[in-house]
């Protein structure tokens, strides 16, 4: 398990932006707000993340445990808790997912599925070697990029990097995203002022 701050999502957001009250209508400003979240079984060679419980935008409270993963080249999602090595088809139809192999490098895509069957049948992620701060999901994924990164003779990452890196990024999106969500679904509206615009402020509207 790993905790982290805030998140959600689900379909791609229409709003009004930047909308006058006295000089523009919000059908005239239309702003799409594209939806962070994936199916993680769509995604290939990648690193996953989700709520261990639920969804970012069913029961997500912005402190709660996360899990993570990595998939193999059919979607399959590889990921440690205290059961030991999982490998998930279903589950993981929302999260946020970071490419970790480009397209065009058909070496390693080629070898990826045999890295990570052997990686994860080692000894070190037997069950009763979970431990929920020090030897977690997180720990078996980062692994696995660093292995990868060994064998591309290229420089590992310790966890603070590759968070920083490419974990937050998405993550800050994502919460965004979750705020513009939630207050839609409760409110049908969302404003936002702009100090630098007098006069003027955002408004993002549900679309009917």
């Not at 996360?66 to 139809?93: A, F, P, Q, S």
């Not at 696995?144 to 890196?165: C, G």
């Amino acid at each position: 398990m790993w905790a982290f701050l805030s998140t959600r999502s689900a379909g791609d957001l229409t709003c009004g932006l930047e909308y006058s009250l006295v000089f523009r209508g919000l059908e005239e400003a239309p702003v799409s707000i594209p939806n962070p979240f994936i199916n993680g079984h769509r995604e290939r060679c990648s690193f996953l993340l989700k709520p261990t419980t639920g969804t970012f935008l069913r029961g997500y409270d912005g402190s709660s445990d996360l899990h993570v993963g990595i998939t193999n080249t059919n979607g399959l999602v590889y990921n440690y808790n205290r059961t030991g090595i999982n490998t998930d088809g279903l589950g993981w139809e929302q999260c946020i997912s970071i490419q970790l192999v480009q397209p065009d490098m058909y070496g390693l895509l080629n070898q990826w599925d045999t890295y990570l069957e052997q990686f994860s049948a080692a000894d070190t992620w037997l069950p009763h070697r979970y431990e929920e701060h020090l030897h977690n999901c997180y720990t078996y994924a980062l692994t696995f990029i660093n292995s990868v990164l060994s064998a591309q003779n290229k420089k590992p990452m310790n966890k603070s990097e590759f968070t920083e890196r490419f974990v937050i990024p998405q993550t800050r999106k994502a919460s965004k995203y979750i705020t513009v969500y939630k207050e839609i679904c409760q409110n049908g509206f969302y404003f936002v002022d702009h100090p630098d615009n007098r006069g003027q402020l955002t408004l993002y509207k549900e679309e009917l």
